[in-house]
């Protein structure tokens, strides 16, 4: 690094470069020592304004005049679009043209500059980190499912070699069995020829016999078996089995084996980072004077707890046993789904993806096809409320195993990518101990917490800083406000239901009170809106679901 520009030595003059510098010439934009200013001030007929170092201004470092080298360009002509000095404004060659101060120019300019700069810093670099880190969870996650993909055709493999081995087992039997047969019948057939063979010899020894006794009797007794003999017993043919090895068709053992579908690459439109100023707004709508009730569904449970929709007629919930329930508006059971510990569920939420996440004992379990897989696990730390993020991340509020400290974690599937627990004063943002901490992302991305033992709604924005704390209305004399369900809408109003004072209060984004909703409700407990911002509220005590609509567009 030049000694000049390394913070670690002392500023030295820009026309010697070995004396520390002690003047400032505002007029040519250079740092002098005390010896050097002299020098400075006479080499030259041009006029100079040099102070002390510490008392410079802020000086723009105007660029030379191309006609007049001599002379810095400190206007700027707006008909042909190039910085002038004031010898060529003298010169005549641009009168009549509009012409500016470079610092008027320069201001604009170096607003438009800081908001490039504030763009970058706080939009664009940040969202091409998290790219970043988006494709390395990507990569690990690729190795997780390749290898699972390796063990099944490992695994479709082994169950093939074992079919293959039963079939050769069973062809080796019939053959040994097939050969016993053969054998036991030539055995057999040869016996019954060795037996006439004995018979045979005996009856020539009798003859011979016979003849040499010359014994009429026993010549005149004798009978003949010839006759008996000169039919040969049976020749045993057998036809020898054969095995006739068909050709391997490779095409219909890889159909066996099962296939690969092809993998599709697909290269998508990156989106774009869009300005604060530039967001789109929302399709307005009005808070309705008298909101109204519009469905009520039996859940059939003695306590409910929580709700998440699915879509506009279907929402998932869990109370008081293991089960989670899918119901439509009608109050029909369409699917259920027992926690995979057996224990009763703390809170549900619904992903992007139309799945179904649950927090249990120490993990957060996702239910896919009605399969479920635990996708964090936790040691030190007890998981409570859950909802899903607009960046399909998972939010998780969660307390220590002792109770002493309470916190939100955001997830990227398994992976945790932010930690909120204190403020800017190191001071904890939520309230300790074993209490509801309910859960939502705002539609401009800050995460609201309606934190029931400390009577507050804390809202952070996205990087998990505190914006403010909603304590309940002014009006709210007759019992202590007692947040517990939360959620957000399109308009990105906060509801929270006040389980104690029976009503929701409805917040503007900034935690304005706009309004309350009772609808006869009873202990309400948990909420959640659909995509049309109907809102559904869980009645802990009823075990009912109220559908209730609040907005004037949804009339």
């Known amino acids: 690094m030049h000694p000049r520009r390394s913070i670690q030595q002392v500023l030295l003059c820009d026309l010697c470069e070995t004396v520390p510098l002690q003047s400032h010439c505002e007029v040519c934009n250079i740092n002098l020592c005390k010896a050097c200013v002299g020098e400075h001030l006479s080499g030259s007929f041009e006029r100079h304004n040099v102070m002390p170092y510490l008392q410079r201004k802020s000086t723009p470092n105007y660029p030379k005049c191309p006609e007049h080298a001599e002379k810095p360009c400190e ?13 060529c404004v003298s010169s005549g060659k641009h009168e009549g043209h509009k012409l500016s101060e470079f610092p008027e120019k320069l201001s604009v300019k170096t607003q438009s500059l800081q908001k490039d700069l504030e763009e970058l810093e706080t939009r664009i670099y940040p969202r091409y980190e998290e790219m970043t880190y988006d494709v390395q969870t990507e990569r690990a996650d690729i190795e997780t499912y390749y290898g699972k993909l390796k063990t099944a055709a490992e695994e479709e493999g082994e169950l093939l070699e074992r079919e293959i081995n039963a079939i050769v087992k069973q062809r080796k039997s019939e053959i040994q069995e097939m050969k016993n047969k053969h054998l036991f019948t030539l055995y057999k057939n040869a016996d019954e020829i060795t037996q006439i063979i004995t018979e045979l010899r005996q009856i020539i020894s009798d003859l011979k016999s016979i003849l040499k006794s010359n014994d009429v009797s026993l010549i005149s007794n004798y009978k003949s078996r010839n006759s008996e003999f000169r039919t040969l017993p049976p020749e045993i043919r057998v036809t020898l089995p054969s095995s006739t090895p068909q050709k391997i068709n490779t095409d219909q053992l890889r159909e066996m084996f099962g296939c690969l579908s092809p993998l599709s690459i697909n290269t998508e439109h990156g989106g774009t980072v869009k300005l604060a100023e530039a967001v789109s707004s929302p399709l307005v709508k009005p808070l309705l004077d008298e909101p109204r009730l519009a469905a009520i569904i039996d859940t059939g449970y003695s306590g409910l707890y929580s709700v ?19 119901l439509n508006l009608q109050s029909k ?33 996702l239910v896919k096809n009605k399969k479920i897989r ?53 001071r904890p943002l939520y309230s300790s101990g074993y209490s509801y901490k309910f859960i939502s992302e705002n539609r401009n991305l800050d995460i609201c917490v309606a934190d029931w033992s400390a009577r507050t709604v804390v809202v952070v924005n996205q990087s998990g800083k505190l914006r403010f704390r909603y304590t309940g209305h002014p009006s709210n004399t007759e019992q202590s406000f007692t947040p517990v369900g939360i959620t957000t809408d399109s308009q990105s109003h906060i ?61």
């Open 374 to 426: 635990t996708v964090i696990t936790l040691q030190d730390w007890v998981p409570h409320y859950v909802c899903s993020s607009a960046s399909d991340d998972i939010l998780v509020t969660m307390v220590s195993v002792y109770l002493k400290q309470s916190k939100v974690v955001r997830y990227s599937g398994s992976k945790e990518k932010q930690n909120i627990q204190f403020d800017d004063q190191g």
């Open 333 to 365: 059971l369409l699917t259920s789904i027992q926690t995979k510990s057996g224990d009763t569920p703390r809170d549900i939420a619904v992903t992007r993806d139309g799945d179904l996440v649950y927090t249990d004992y120490d993990s957060v379990r």
């Open 75 to 87: 206007l700027h002509c707006e008909n042909c679009d190039i910085h002038v000095c004031i010898k």
């Open 495 to 555: 509801l929270t239901a006040d389980s104690e004072n029976q009503r929701i209060h409805i917040l503007d984004q900034d935690g304005q009170f706009l309004r309350y909703i009772h609808c006869d409700l009873r202990r309400p407990f948990g909420l959640c809106v659909d995509i049309r911002d109907s809102l559904f509220v869980a009645e802990c005590d009823t075990a009912k679901v109220r559908k209730i609509l609040y907005l004037s567009a949804q009339c």
């Open 308 to 326: 998440s929709c699915l879509s506009e007629d279907q929402v998932w919930t869990c109370g008081n046993n293991n089960t989670m329930k899918l």
